[in-house]
């Protein structure tokens, strides 16, 4: 086989190394993005859960004091 041939076959190698390299990288980040979009999912419905209990806590207050009336 020619030197041509191996050189050509070395640049694409290359190539797919620098490719693979990039995704890596990008497989990485994406990694951390979705962590830090599930903590803040979790810490989302922790303060929807919070705020829904308060709503129910003063629609029952309310009911009372109508009652009491």
């Not at 980040?29 to 922790?46: P, W």
């Not at 709503?55 to 009336?69: D, F, P």
Request: proline fraction near 0%; glycine fraction near 2%.
């Amino acid at each position: 086989m020619s030197e041509h041939y191996f050189n050509a076959l070395e640049q694409k190698i290359d190539r797919l190394l620098t490719r693979l390299q990039q995704l890596e990288r990008e497989n990485g980040h994406l990694r951390d993005q979705e962590a830090r979009l599930r903590e803040e999912r979790a810490q989302l419905l922790q303060l929807h859960d919070q705020t829904r209990d308060k709503v129910e806590g003063m629609i029952s207050r309310l009911k009372a004091l109508e009652q009491q009336s």
